[in-house]
T-cell receptor, first 117, second 113 residues
Framework: EAGVAQSPRYKIIEKRQSVAFWCNPI?????LYWYQQILGQGPKLLIQ????????DSQLPKDRFSAERLKGVDSTLKIQPAKLEDSAVYLC???????????????FGPGTRLTVT | KNQVEQSPQSLIILEGKNCTLQ??????????LRWYKQDTGRGPVSLTI?????NTKSNGRYTATLDADTKQSSLHITASQLSDSASYIC????????????FGGGTRLMVKP
């Protein structure tokens, strides 16, 4: 079974530039998550999708961050414009479903390491 | 506010030695607690998941314990190997909140030869 795929793996941009990350979840997984992980900290949830609908985006800085999952499969996370404090690893995760069983496992991708200079 | 605190923040041990990582949480109502291993440059990978009724669970050389009364968990690693060098993250799920997870800051373990 293929895992969660993310690209690019690394990105370096200057502040005020824009950047986009892509995630392809495990086939058949209805729920997709984007996390931000600052160096030395645990991941922080940015947004959660169930199929192509948003379940929770309460911690997404909506003035600069946006995310979409148009066909309920792949997802993109965009930052526009980037700030220095956005430097972090952006992790995508997927799980079979949400709200049905709290024991559903989340499978994480390798992450995209963003450096804003 | 739901919080998960882990200790120590970092730990260095010699290969073959045992170690124990700690996790305290304030998440309520409690659903389940997970331990993840995160290798450098990789996403977290689940080691164990425990519900309210479970107080110990093993996965090879990894043994997790849970005391739901004191809201504490520990991860014990036996006979450590160089490949155990990673960050270990404690994650607690809140009941009645779907699969919403609260992550700890992690313990960075380095195993030296």
């Amino acid at each position: 079974e293929a895992g969660v795929a993310q690209s690019p793996r690394y990105k370096i941009i200057e502040k005020r530039q824009s950047v986009a990350f892509w995630c392809n979840p495990i086939s058949g997984h209805a729920t997709l998550y984007w996390y931000q992980q600052i160096l030395g900290q645990g991941p922080k949830l940015l947004i959660q999708f169930q199929n192509n609908g948003v379940v929770d985006d309460s911690q997404l800085p909506k003035d600069r961050f946006s995310a979409e999952r148009l066909k309920g499969v792949d997802s993109t996370l965009k930052i526009q414009p980037a700030k220095l404090e956005d430097s972090a690893v952006y992790l995508c995760a997927s799980s079979p479903s949400w709200g049905v069983s709290p024991l559903y496992e989340q499978y994480f991708g390798p992450g995209t390491r963003l450096t804003v200079t | 506010k739901n919080q998960v605190e882990q200790s120590p923040q970092s730990l260095i041990i010699l290969e073959g030695k045992n170690c124990t990582l700690q996790c305290n949480y304030t998440v309520s109502p409690f659903s389940n607690l997970r331990w993840y291993k995160q290798d450098t440059g990789r996403g977290p990978v689940s080691l164990t998941i425990m519900t309210f009724s479970e107080n110990t669970k093993s996965n090879g050389r990894y043994t997790a314990t849970l005391d739901a009364d004191t809201k504490q968990s520990s991860l014990h690693i036996t006979a450590s190997q160089l490949s155990d060098s990673a960050s270990y993250i404690c994650v607690v799920s809140e009941a009645n909140a779907g699969n919403m997870l609260t992550f700890g800051g992690g313990t960075r373990l380095m195993v030296k030869p």
